[in-house]
């Protein structure tokens, strides 16, 4: 099982800033599978990224994800009010388990 | 669109069982993976139980494996979760979430809350 550690686990920013969330796996990732998803107070997660870098349906070009092997990284290029939240990377490798990071807190500065 | 919706959440004391739901709308059910996970209050995501979209294969966190129980009915477009000898460890908000491909989820429901007091 591939154990994900996020970095920083809080990141204080203000709103026009760039973010940068790192998610660094244990052993590599096979074919990218590391997906990263948005989560507010109260309300379900959502998901961002898949394959490591492919932005879901609907979301913002301000989101993008980039990395390989053990070492990847999610950016916001200029945050928005809506964009602070908790941030989860996710491993979802072909055969079960799944594994989640522990979580990066997006707040405002 | 695509809808997730849990039910079946509540109080249960230590050793006791509930069985959570989850239906299903907006998409063809059987042809999707499915899986729950769970976020204790104030923690992170943790993966629970996975199932394929005919049901054949499931597979579940170590911390549960004997004692929860996913299925499915497709006719129903339903999941479950069998909980059986609930601890308070297991006290979450759990999420019902489709695979995409059988890989990353790309749907949530918006969550249960189960809460196990001894």
Known sequence: EIVLTQSPGTLSLSPGERATLSCRASQSVSSSFLAWHQQKPGQAPRLLIYHASNRATGIPDRFSGSGSGTDFTLTISRLEPEDFAVYYCHHYPTSPPHTFGQGTKLEIK | ?118
């Open chain 2, 1 to 118: 669109q695509v809808q997730l919706v849990e039910s079946g959440g509540g109080l249960v004391k230590s050793g006791g069982s509930l069985r959570l739901s989850c239906a299903a709308s907006g998409f063809s059910f059987s042809d999707y993976d499915m899986s729950w996970v769970r976020q204790a209050p104030g923690k992170g995501l943790e993966w629970v139980s996975y199932i394929s979209s005919r049901g054949t294969d499931t597979n579940d966190a170590d911390s549960v494996k004997g004692r929860f129980t996913i299925s499915r009915d497709n006719a129903k477009n339903s999941l479950y979760l069998q909980m059986n000898s609930l601890r308070d460890e297991d006290t979450a908000v759990y999420y019902c979430a489709r695979l995409w491909s059988g890989y990353y989820i790309d749907y949530w429901g918006q969550g249960t809350l189960v809460t196990v007091s001894s």
